[in-house]
Nanobody, 122 residues
Framework: QVQLVESGGGLVQPGGSLRLSCAAS????????MGWYRQAPGKERESVALLTSGGTTDYLDSVKGRFTIARDNAKNTVFLQMNSLKPEDTAVYYC????????????????WGQGTQVTVSS
């Protein structure tokens, strides 16, 4: 049905930058909310950044001013630009996209990416 492919994770020094990408493909009629989540070892998964189809954004307080979420609607892709990275940003990052897969049914279903590791360390 719908597949999400993430890319862009890696190892970066404190203060560095990374850009994550998440591309959706398959039976996509439309997309509403696109978001990024992260999960550090021993911690709950948390919402990092959300972006609605109308352009409204919401960020985790600890990343405000450092991370930026953006989307390319033509390519069904969401990005997360991460600047001024800190060791506490180390986690597996997941994208989640709300997808409408049928013209007959108006329901949006959530799909998750496979996760990409971000490690911030000197």
């Amino acid at each position: 049905q719908v597949q999400l492919v993430e890319s862009g994770g890696g190892l970066v020094q404190p203060g560095g930058s990374l850009r994550l990408s998440c591309a959706a493909s398959g039976s996509i009629v439309s997309i509403n909310v696109m978001g990024w989540y992260r999960q550090a070892p021993g911690k709950e998964r948390e919402s990092v950044a959300l972006l609605t189809s109308g352009g409204t954004t919401d960020y985790l307080d600890s990343v405000k001013g450092r991370f930026t979420i953006a989307r390319d609607n033509a390519k069904n892709t969401v990005f997360l630009q991460m600047n001024s990275l800190k060791p506490e940003d180390t986690a597996v990052y997941y994208c989640k996209i709300g997808v409408r897969v049928s013209l007959l049914v108006g329901t949006y279903f959530d799909y998750w990416g496979q996760g990409t590791q971000v490690t911030v360390s000197s």
